[in-house]
């Protein structure tokens, strides 16, 4: 087992991303970037949701409660539409290779999360309100795609859906949402592989013709391979975690086991890379709901991997990156609020069993 990190180490280490979030917030709630400012004060490299939805949760959990408000009021400000959907244009959401085009909703989740973590019920209710538009209502599924044309689901965009629908007291929708995950589940044909997408019964899509060569890794996950996105069904796990503690049925907590043992027999990014701190939160989460430590050594592992990823400055890099300077200002804005969430949501779990 590698050296246990403690819990104390990643709150720290949290408070500190968070400081440097902080201090690259505007008066007006925007991030600075590296290039000039257009003239109403807006940063051309950062004027993209994709480097704010996961700061305001981020913030909040660590205690930069103002630098959250901030965040959140400049979000509400420039990227909400009239409907309550949060993009860049109406036609581009945000960028990036996997949320504008297979989980469209998943800003919108991150967004709930954080309005929720303020306690702002009543925008995240709208929130949610927006999201349910996209909600299959006789399984329970979420589309990919806002306004889908193609009725695909996947398991992430479900999963997310389910989580928000939890935050936002909604359990009946949320416990049908999860049932229509363990058919997702329970319809996989191979060991080695995990496939993500659906239709809205649940019967998988593995026709992969409609996808791009580099993006297979977001529709078939494989245990072999290295940089799969096994976050897709990090989520997934971790909402069946959610739902077995609010209706104790053991089917769901089965799931989350499966999905666990998938991920622990997988490729060694399955629990040390960028992507992979939901699947971390989903250990931790079964560490402290049974005291098993082979839950906490895949958690650890994760961590650690975040722990040596933050700059002395506090903010988080990426593979091989040495400073900020050799990566985009977004993308250093994006790990720096995702990887804290994963730190401080974890010391938590650690926490419980006194770690």
């Known amino acids: 087992m590698p050296t246990q990190v403690k819990s104390e180490q990643l709150e720290e280490s949290a408070k500190r991303a968070t400081a440097w979030l902080a201090s690259e917030l505007t008066e007006k709630g925007n991030y600075r970037g590296k290039e000039q400012p257009?003239?109403?004060?807006?940063?051309?490299?950062?004027?993209?949701?994709?480097?704010?939805?996961?700061?305001?949760?981020?913030?909040?959990?660590?205690g930069q409660s103002a630098a959250a408000a901030k965040c959140l009021s400049y979000v509400v400000k420039r990227f909400r539409s009239p409907e309550g959907d949060y993009f860049n244009t109406p036609t581009v959401r945000s960028s990036g290779s996997y949320g504008p085009y297979f989980c469209q909703l998943y800003q919108n989740a991150w967004l709930m999360r954080g309005a929720a973590a303020l306690y702002w019920f009543e925008l995240a209710r709208e929130m949610l309100r927006f999201m349910n538009t996209q909600r299959?209502?006789?399984?329970?599924?979420?589309?990919?795609?806002?306004?889908?044309?193609?009725?695909?689901?996947?398991?992430?965009?479900?999963?997310?859906?389910?989580?928000?629908?939890?935050?936002?007291g909604e359990?009946?929708?949320?416990?049908?949402?999860?049932?229509?995950?363990?058919?997702?589940?329970?319809?996989?044909?191979?060991?080695?592989?995990?496939?993500?997408?659906?239709?809205?019964?649940?019967?998988?899509?593995?026709?992969?013709?409609?996808?791009?060569?580099?993006?297979?890794?977001?529709?078939?996950?494989?245990?072999?391979?290295?940089?799969?996105?096994?976050?897709?069904?990090?989520?997934?796990?971790?909402?069946?975690?959610g739902m077995y503690e609010l209706t104790g049925d053991k089917r769901y907590f089965d799931a989350a086991v499966r999905i666990?043992?998938?991920?622990?027999?997988?490729?060694?990014?399955?629990?040390?890379?960028?992507?992979?701190?939901k699947d971390a939160w989903g250990a931790a989460k079964l560490y402290r709901l049974t005291g098993d430590k082979r839950y906490l050594e895949k958690a650890s592992l994760?961590?650690?991997?975040?722990?040596?990823?933050?700059?002395?400055?506090?903010?988080?890099?990426?593979?091989?990156?040495?400073?900020?300077?050799?990566?985009?200002?977004?993308?250093?804005?994006?790990?720096?609020?995702?990887?804290?969430?994963?730190?401080?949501?974890?010391a938590a779990e650690f926490a419980s069993r006194g770690m």
């Open 38 to 62: 257009a003239a109403d004060g807006t940063y051309p490299d950062t004027d993209d949701i994709g480097c704010y939805y996961k700061s305001i949760y981020s913030l909040r959990a660590t």
């Open 136 to 168: 299959e209502p006789e399984f329970g599924g979420y589309y990919t795609q806002v306004n889908s044309t193609t009725g695909i689901m996947d398991s992430n965009s479900i999963a997310v859906g389910a989580y928000c629908c939890i935050l936002g």
């Open 260 to 277: 666990f043992d998938f991920l622990a027999s997988s490729h060694p990014h399955a629990f040390g890379f960028t992507t992979a701190g």
């Open 302 to 346: 994760q961590m650690q991997y975040i722990l040596d990823h933050q700059h002395k400055d506090g903010y988080m890099l990426g593979e091989g990156i040495e400073d900020e300077s050799a990566q985009a200002k977004r993308t250093t804005l994006d790990y720096t609020a995702d990887f804290t969430s994963w730190l401080v949501d974890n």
């Open 171 to 241: 359990i009946a929708l949320a416990k049908q949402s999860c049932d229509l995950l363990l058919r997702v589940l329970d319809n996989q044909p191979d060991s080695g592989i995990l496939w993500s997408r659906c239709t809205k019964d649940g019967t998988l899509i593995t026709d992969l013709s409609d996808v791009e060569a580099k993006n297979h890794r977001y529709v078939r996950v494989s245990a072999s391979e290295p940089e799969q996105a096994y976050w897709i069904w990090g989520w997934p796990m971790n909402e069946f975690i």
